[in-house]
């Protein structure tokens, strides 16, 4: 059984930053792609960013240029800076685990965390 636990969520302005953290049990961390996704009230979970066990990204384009996803994987550990927050950034964001290398829809994530609300307001 993979455990995630996600950190950092919390109230930002406009325009501010957040990091998010998501700490993984298990020991085959390094072996696969790892997956940021958020849900807004009403709609459906989105993938924000993956980032597969070579380090290749991949980001949604409401996000590029603003977040980069990251990981440590002597720490099991996976990371989503986010910069230049805006009010439709807001959401619960959730990390996951891949079942595939691609994974780029929620059927392609096999365990989630508890996800961490995001509020952007002035």
């Known amino acids: 059984q993979v455990q995630l636990v996600e950190s950092g969520g919390g109230l930002v302005q406009p325009g501010g930053s957040l990091r998010l953290s998501c700490a993984a049990s298990g020991r085959t961390f390094s072996s696969y792609t790892w997956g940021w996704f958020r849900q807004a009230p009403g709609k459906e979970r989105e993938l924000v960013a993956a980032i597969i066990s070579g380090g290749l990204t991949n980001y949604a384009d409401s996000v590029k240029g603003r977040f980069t996803i990251s990981r440590d994987n002597a720490k099991n550990t996976v990371f989503l800076q986010m910069s230049s927050l805006k009010p439709e950034d807001t959401a619960v964001y959730y990390c996951?685990?891949?079942?595939?290398?691609?994974?780029?829809?929620?059927?392609?994530?096999?365990?989630w965390g508890q996800g961490t609300q995001v509020t952007v307001s002035s």
């Open positions: 996951a685990r891949g079942r595939v290398a691609v994974a780029i829809s929620v059927s392609d994530y096999d365990y």
